[in-house]
């Protein structure tokens, strides 16, 4: 290997990387004299020569600051690497790595090694995207104590706070640090300017806190940075495959135009946004493959079902998919109401159906005589054929697997697929995804609607009366939530005797026990207003849209995990009515996590607030729905935001190989 005498080692900042290499051979010593006076060039560049004196600690610390990445091999500019009294550096101002031997507290030997760049501008781009992605990745609004955050080069920490001081010999001003408590109780200074090496942690259960000076977080980043590599390559090659597949665009619109005029309400500006870009996917003739994402009760159903008529217009039969018989028949009515004056023939495929009524649908389908299908899993059948499947719109896509989700694609590769979730996907998920999967977002809520009051009280007796006689006074109903089926119809008997002959309340059971026909009549009379106060198990948790129902009480709801609650309290509130939420818990058993999630709850009033309330719970859920079960170990050994942002760094490294 090449000797050297000295090498000039600069920071990652856009200044030095619009720079030649050969710029800092010829201003060498321009640099060097700058370094003595000017504190931009001494924060920014290191200076090292053989036989200097200067400890091992501190080279490491100033590459920290200069924004170089600590990993386990080197492999690209902006790495480094440390094994024993020997650090490999791969600086972003030279074509080569070099290698820094030690003896003792003295620079021994500086060498090159001969890992080189073969391209100095798609290096200095690839440096530029790794910077940009390092900031969008690092979100640290809102910063708590005792949050978890994990540092690129030292691993997971818990954040203690902000500490202002003088930390290191060589400074003469104080800075501004985070600080971060490691294993053992060392604990980790980062000084402000340096947020993008850290990231908030989003795992699936609480993290252990990494080791200082350990080589195990360099080891566990390199194993998961190479599975990053070939899962982005599966993905790479699953979409350049759809991107292969083609269909006739759609070109008719009377009967969308028709319907778009017929719609009760006025659409918010994402709902609008989310039909314009479906409408430009159908216009092309690349089938599209695009995930709604939107909080309950924000208007998702709305747009699937235009785009279900768009495609049946175009002589395309369209299906949506749900998870559940109930979810499937709420949906079946809601396209009746819609499209009751259009010539659209809509049929609903589930268990309600004998043998010799599904024959007929499954004839009427291979006809062309049905447009719209709402069906449950049911439609996966075998023996269904279609005359000309077109559309494919996926509800609650999570309950559906990987697998399931393909079979009629499988079947038709140029079929447009949409898929509707009320679970968020995380902002760094989407940014990582963003150059492979379209992905349209409605955050804002219908017009004139009213963010829900919530109350987070013990059990008690006069609580709940007054609450449901306070909605049964304005001709409300109410969910009243029991998650036992075996006490439930003694639950019933508590609450009839708390109202004792109060003449409005007409209570009724609902839980899966129940016969799917049972089940159904039950919501029949519940939406058509026989039934005002439902008592129910967490059956109720998707597909109920009832705006007349504005109070929604759980007798213990420290049994609901956070994402749940979210969900449930969301069948209320669907009208410009007040509504109200009351959580109530066992007296002396509000502790830990379970204080912990209602609290959050309660915070999380405001409407839309399903993108912000509890990252843990809902977005590794949103997470592990589009990456996949294999890929949730990972998630958890480095954090969510690391995760996505090596997975961006892998597909843009991947595309431009085959660029």
Known sequence: MEKLEHILIVSITPYFLEKEFSWFEENLTQILKAQKTQSFWQDNTLFLQKEQKINVSEVLRKLDEMGYEKVFKIEQPGDFSLLGGIIDIFPVNTPFAIRLDFLGSKI??????????????????????????????????????????THLDHGIGRFVGIEQSLKFKTQNA??????????????LYVPFGLERKLTRYIGFAEPKLSRLG?????????????????????????FSQKEIAQRPPYVKRELYETLQTSFPYALTADQAQCLKEIENDFAKEKPADRVICGDVGFGKTEVALRACVLAAENNRQ??????TTVLASQHFQTFQKRLARLPVKIALLSRLQNMSEKKKIYDALQKGTIDILIATHSVLNKNIRFHNLGLLVIDDEQKFGVKQKEILRAQNPALDVLYLS???????????????????????????????????????KEVIKNALKKELARDGQIYFLHNRVQTILSFKKFLQDLLGDYPKAHIGILHAKMSEKEIIKTLNDFQNGKINLLLATTIIENGLDISNANTFIVDNATKLGLAQAYQLRGRIGRSDKQSFAYFLYPRGTLKGLAKKRLAALKQAQELGAGYRIAQTDL????????????????????????????????????KRSQA
């Open 422 to 460: 009320a679970t968020p996907i995380p902002r760094t998920l989407y940014m990582a995804l963003s150059s492979l999967k379209q992905i349209s977002f409605i955050h804002t809520p219908p017009d004139g609607r009213k963010p829900i009051q919530t109350f987070i009280l013990p059990f008690q």
């Open 108 to 149: 021994e030997h500086i060498e090159k090694l001969p890992l080189q760049i073969a391209d100095e501008t798609s290096a200095k781009a690839l440096l530029k995207k790794r910077l940009k992605s390092q900031k969008i990745f690092s979100d640290l609004k809102g910063l708590k104590q005792g949050d978890y955050l």
């Open 619 to 654: 977005e590794i859920r949103g997470a592990g729905n589009i990456l996949g079960k294999e890929q949730s170990g990972n998630i958890n050994k480095i954090g969510l935001n690391l995760y996505c942002q090596m997975l961006s760094e892998a597909i843009e490294k991947i």
């Open 174 to 187: 104080k800075l501004n640090y985070y600080v971060l408590e490691y294993a053992n109780g060392d604990k």
């Open 214 to 238: 350990s080589n195990l977080w360099q080891k566990t980043k390199y194993k998961i940075k190479e599975e990053a590599e070939a899962f982005a390559k599966e993905l790479l090659t699953m």
């Open 318 to 323: 369209a299906v949506l998919m749900c998870p």
